[in-house]
């Protein structure tokens, strides 16, 4: 009788293995493996090697706190001569001396997580059982078979492999291409990613049972919409929108996910002070792709927050065009979400796709602040009867908009606008720093038939009361222009074009005023006003009255995101037809330069310079300049700069780099001083490997 057969040593070769499975970006000191696609292990025995017909090998997988193969959380399986399909199998591919070499591999379907690896051996009459080391399995996108497989390398390359994207802020005339540093490879990021999902409400319940749902990305993706928000548990972010952070970090101040879950982590799962919409999503964003999700961060301009689920977003003005107070209903200049790719069989194939995943807290979704995965296709059918939160989506991109003006007499004049929201719906394009716009994935062109007909069937399944105004057109149209040289410390000028097309000359009552603006509509004091109360306009004429913003008026009270919101409203006396118009327009900051010196290779000392002219009349105080850039510096890295910046003179800092990783990194850089905040700017940088 043979002697029994011992594991005197185990190689799990993290670092081919990861690089096989796309994993090699977050190094080898753990074996991160996608499932349904094998992986080799060796395997070193005493006081003999493996002899085929006389040992028998069996493995055993387990994640979770309570393994067990009903839960699909343990497989017990059999070493072979062949792989097998659809389950957990293992074959030798090599036998020499004492070593041997395993195959193994995940059915296509199997749960994600934190895995460990047992070797059972058996010789007829011994036994022995001793652990081979741990793994983690995540989605794989290159897997056919798997639920998130992605056909098109270069889509997985930007939508599961790139750390770092674009996010688009501004405004729809005034796009703003904002970098972030998503960092989902960083050090750490991965087990900060699963102790997200073991901190869930849902896990602390019933840990089997969540556990054995981890298979699925649409269960996985609503998990970790909810999870991102704290509203309902320990969550990653704080939301805050009233512009007071002292106790925390200004959102606008943030250029990366890596730095927000390391802190999240680091004080105990506390909630990170402070997120808005954009951050949410990054965060999720990076979330997703480190387990395997494709995943892209969205920007909807002009997005409805529709609280009563009537396709309306209704909004109250007095006769000065002042926002009334209390109105629940609500459009963002801009709202950012993620949209994740996966298969949806509880909905039919027609719904594969990009599925909507919005972690900004704004309304519950079966009692949890959360909302999708929501089909985009649904949305553009107006299928509002699917999960999840499809409805929400729909009026965000959807929902027409009614003003409700309310008259120096006290009479109420209604104004009807259906194109108003959901425009220029963004996302960074494919291997590429421009924008892609993707609207047409959410909905059809405005006006067309296929518009009104998803509309109707939108609004029959959420039944609108009817009566409401329709969209008649106006004798007399307003539209707001801008000038050139809307930069921050710049005065500059916004001209109302007032038309009057009809045969009579009219007599109005005309108010044109700016505001900052945050970009979910709060307002601050006025920074430009115009008042004519006897304007009179020609018959089929056409007038231009211009505005002039000034520099002291609204430097001082600029809110986060440099916005500033413009409103013309009009009444025509002989009618009293009110006539409403709105832009919201971008002043913008200045560049950030950034100059690499030295030869940007892997394992080699780089130098970046930075720089900021500062374009205001006045100094800058408290000058900070902060980079972040997976594979290129370790983490967040601040520095202060020591006296004032005098206007027209540079701030400037020089910081070392060592690349970790070659090819296309990202070098995210934020700027903050006492007038000027969240400046944000980047420099792309082509890492070459090390000589061979």
Known sequence: MAEALYLENSDLD?????????????GCQNLVVRRGQAFEIKLQFSPRGYEEGVDQLSLIVQTGPQPSEESGTEAHFKVSDALEDGVWSAAVVSSEGDSLVLSIRSPPDARIGHYSLTLETSNGTEENSCSVGE????????????????????????????????????????????????????????????????????????????????????????????????????????????????????????????????????????????????????VACSVLRCLGIPCRVITNYYSAHDTNSNLLIEQYLDYQGNKQKDQKDMIWNYHCWVEAWMTRPDLGEAYNGWQVVDPTPQEKSADIYCCGPAPVFAVKEGDLGLKFDVPFV???????????????????????????????????????????????????????????????????????PKGEPSAVPSDVTIKLKVSEGMNMGNDFDVFAIINNNTDEEKECLFRFCARPVNYTGAVGPECGMMDLPDLKLEAHSEQAIPLQILYEKYGSSMKDGNLIKLMALLQDLSNNDTILAMRDIHVKNPDIKVRVMGEPKQQRKLVAEISLKNPLSEPLTDCCFTVEGAGLIDGLVQKELDGPVEPGQDAKVRMDLMPQLSGLRKLVVNFESDRLKGVKGFKNIIIAPPPK
Not at 14 to 26: A, K, V, Y
Not at 202 to 221: A, L, T
């Open 14 to 26: 993290c670092g081919t293995n990861n690089r096989n499975h796309h994993t090699g970006d977050i």
């Open 135 to 282: 793994l983690y399995l995540i989605f794989n996108p290159w897997c056919p078979e798997d639920s998130v497989y992605l056909e098109h390398e270069e889509e997985r390359m930007e939508y599961i492999q790139c750390q770092y994207g674009i996010v688009f802020q501004g405004t729809k005339d005034s796009i703003d291409p904002v970098p972030w540093n998503f960092g989902q490879f960083e050090d750490g990021i991965l087990e900060i990613c699963f102790t997200l999902l073991d901190s869930n409400p849902r896990y602390q319940k019933d840990p089997i049972k969540d556990c054995s749902r981890r298979n699925n990305p649409v269960y996985i993706s609503r998990v970790v919409s909810a999870m991102v928000n704290c509203n309902d548990d320990g969550g990653v972010l704080y939301g805050r929108w009233d512009n007071i952070y002292n106790d925390g970090i200004n959102p606008n101040s943030w250029i990366g996910s890596v730095d927000v879950m390391r802190r999240w982590k680091k004080y105990g799962c506390q909630p990170v002070r402070y997120g808005q919409c954009w951050v949410f999503a990054a």
């Open 394 to 464: 729909f009026a965000e991109v959807n929902a027409d908009v009614i003003y409700y003006v309310t008259q120096k007499d006290g009479t109420v004049r209604q104004t009807l606008n259906t194109a108003q929201v959901g425009q220029k719906i963004s996302t960074k394009a494919v291997g590429k720093d421009t924008r892609e716009d993707i609207t047409h994935t959410y909905k059809y062109p405005e006006g067309s038939d296929d518009e009104r007909r998803v509309y109707e069937k939108a609004n029959q399944a959420v039944a609108v």
